[in-house]
């Protein structure tokens, strides 16, 4: 309304993604999608994972409070994680800024790195990749299916490692972003055409999510995402009420099978839904319940296809 802009980095999405696959839990992230005032139906939000950019862990405290954290020791667990600090994280950060006054410490890095996928092809273990790849193609798919204007930055596409000879350059030497923003190998990019190679793996993922966008009116910018409250706290549930139908994003944040009932997809009009990434109709087991498997992305929308 302001004039302002017309586009806007959707940062506190992309906070809130990594927020969610580190603490396997969506409440923060939909209380905080929620406290969002509505934007101009003539402009439209820039989603993404990451960016050329730092990750600043812009969570507020009273976001945090609302939903029993503590805003600081939330960031600092959110730095430790993706800085690789925490038992049990693959994570492999590395600190762009650090406040000793606040104990703020922004991070770096690839999305393969960040998600695990850096160590996991390291120690050449088939499981931690598939997982890792999950995590990768789980975090496009919420920025995707968002709406707006999605992008993908250099190197994600084909889950590119961090650049281990950033500071080894001219001038990058002071700026630890660049571990993140790599000269393009090409080599890599080829081996996108290798079938069950790790890049072609993530390049088909994104790029069937990217296809299916592209078939359905349904995620036009004109019409704003709205954040549901959660059934289930590892569930982030997205609605769309576009005017063809609504569209459901459900996206299951943790490593576990999680479910999110069918009495709620019924009050959406989404009762029989098909489910636009796998192509058929969805299937509710008899406790009621659709069930998401590990790291899982539904787009739900009204209408029967494939059994």
């Known amino acids: 309304r302001g004039k302002v802009s017309d586009l806007a980095y959707h940062n506190s999405l992309m906070v809130q993604v990594w927020s969610m696959l580190a603490s396997a839990d969506a409440r923060l992230g939909v209380r905080a999608l929620q ?3 509505p934007a101009p139906a003539s402009t439209a939000w820039i989603t993404y994972v990451r960016c050329h950019d730092d ?3 812009a969570v507020d405290d009273g976001d ?4 029993g954290l503590d805003g600081y020791l939330h960031r600092r667990f959110l730095s430790d994680h993706y800085l690789g600090e925490l038992p049990g994280s693959t994570a492999r950060g590395v600190v762009f800024q650090a406040n000793p006054a606040t104990g703020d410490r922004r991070v770096a890095g690839t999305t393969a790195a960040l998600v695990g996928l850096d160590a996991a092809v390291e120690a050449g273990d088939e499981g931690a990749i598939q997982t890792a790849i999950d995590r990768l193609l789980l ?10 204007v999605p992008v993908i930055w250099m190197g994600d596409e084909l889950g590119l490692a961090n650049d281990a000879g950033w500071a080894g350059e001219p001038g990058h030497e002071d700026d630890s972003r660049w571990v993140h923003r790599p000269r393009m190998d090409w080599a890599v990019a080829e081996r996108r ?9 993530v390049f088909s993922g994104i790029r069937h999510l990217v296809e299916v966008r592209r078939s359905t009116s349904l995620l036009d910018a004109s019409t704003p995402a709205q ?5 289930d ?5 997205l609605l769309r009420s576009h005017p063809l139908g609504p569209f459901l994003g459900l996206y299951n944040m943790t490593g576990e099978w999680r479910p999110f009932p069918a009495e709620r997809l019924a009050a959406l009009g989404l009762a029989g ?3 636009l990434l796998a192509g058929w109709q969805v299937r509710v087991e008899a406790d009621g319940n659709l069930w998401l498997p590990p790291y899982a992305s539904r787009w739900l929308v009204a209408g029967a296809g494939e059994a």
């Not at 945090?64 to 939903?67: D, Q």
């Not at 055409?193 to 793996?201: C, K, L, M, Y």
């Not at 954040?227 to 059934?231: E, K, P, Q, V």
Request: hydrophobic share 50%.
């Open 35 to 37: 406290q969002l005032p």
């Open 55 to 57: 990750i600043g862990w």
């Open 64 to 67: 945090a409070a609302a939903v």
């Open 139 to 148: 975090a496009h798919a919420v920025v995707i299916g968002f709406g707006g």
């Open 193 to 201: 055409h290798v079938p069950g190679s790790v890049e072609q793996r």
């Open 227 to 231: 954040a549901l409250d959660t059934s």
């Open 233 to 237: 706290p590892g569930v982030l549930p």
């Open 273 to 275: 839904a098909r489910d």
